[in-house]
């Protein structure tokens, strides 16, 4: 479905609490580590801010990796209007991982990652509407580098024409965790006397690194600079302020 730039921003309903368990988000396999409570995937989306957006485009698959934003309702993509992958109204599975450490076992077979993941199903919408594709755009900035919208030059109406935004419903959408130790501590495997436990892994943000060609006077502003040694996200979504 298309939205001409006349008609307003759609309001869907209240979306639920409890993610729905259709035939496409229902977990199969390792259905423990399935998450259905709307707080978590809010807190995946929340930890992250780079997705892979899965369509299948003149018969192929293409999963392609690319920044998001989302305002719990919506999870908004965007990108050059030459896009293929972006050309909307077409179903897509988005999915957004945090890998949190290695799990190495006794057995090969029992090794596995901890993990965060979240898969989006649906049928995205081009935004054509003015003021929700600004609003769109500024939520997915602030997404990534918070406090970047008002300080970076705003988009002119020509970048803004060559933009594409898309729109994807938080509707449809699982959640998977997993954390803790290997599996198999208390199978045969532990009398095999090797170590076995969790190579925790953490993405930190680095020291600024100022462009070259920048004048020595200009510093970084205080919401780039404060980032240096924390994690992407609020607190609850495993991130340090
Ligand atoms: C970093 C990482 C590494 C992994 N490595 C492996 C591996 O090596 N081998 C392995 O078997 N599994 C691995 N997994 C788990 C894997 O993602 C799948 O959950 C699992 O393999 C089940 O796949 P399936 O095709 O049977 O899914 P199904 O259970 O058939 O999927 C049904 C539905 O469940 C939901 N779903 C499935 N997986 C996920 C997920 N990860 N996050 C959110 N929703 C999900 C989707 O909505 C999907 O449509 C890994 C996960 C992560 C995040």
């Known amino acids: 479905?298309?939205?001409?730039?006349?008609?307003?921003?759609?309001?869907?309903?209240?979306?639920?609490?409890?993610l729905p368990g259709t035939g496409l988000t229902r977990h199969r396999r390792l259905r423990e580590q399935g998450s259905l409570d709307r707080a978590d995937l809010e807190a995946v989306l929340d930890a992250g801010f780079v997705c892979h957006l899965g369509v299948v485009v003149d018969g192929h698959p293409l999963v392609v990796p690319t920044v998001y934003g989302h305002d719990g309702r919506w999870l908004y993509v965007h990108g050059s209007v030459a896009s293929r992958s972006l050309a909307g109204d077409t179903p897509v599975c988005v999915t957004v991982t945090h890998v949190d450490g290695l799990v190495l076992a006794r057995s090969v077979f029992e090794h596995g990652v901890n993990y965060r993941s979240a898969m989006i199903h649906g049928v995205p919408r081009k935004v054509t509407d003015p003021e929700e594709k600004l609003a769109g755009l500024r939520l997915l900035t602030e997404h990534s580098a918070p406090g970047q919208w008002s300080y970076a030059r705003a988009p002119s109406r020509k970048?803004?024409?060559?933009?594409?935004?898309?729109a994807l419903c938080l509707r449809t959408a699982s959640v998977k965790?997993?954390?803790?130790?290997?599996?198999?501590?208390?199978?045969?495997d532990?009398?095999?006397?090797?170590?076995?436990?969790?190579?925790?892994?953490?993405a930190v943000w680095g020291a600024p690194e100022p462009d070259p060609a920048l004048p020595p006077h200009i510093t970084p502003p205080e919401h780039i600079a404060r980032r240096e040694g924390t994690r992407h996200g609020p607190p609850a979504s495993g991130g340090i302020p």
């Open 1 to 18: 479905m298309t939205h001409s730039p006349a008609s307003p921003p759609p309001t869907p309903s209240p979306l639920p609490p409890v």
């Open 159 to 166: 970048e803004l024409a060559a933009t594409t935004l898309l």
């Open 177 to 188: 965790i997993r954390t803790g130790p290997p599996d198999d501590g208390d199978g045969p």
């Open 190 to 202: 532990a009398a095999l006397g090797l170590w076995a436990g969790v190579l925790p892994l953490t």
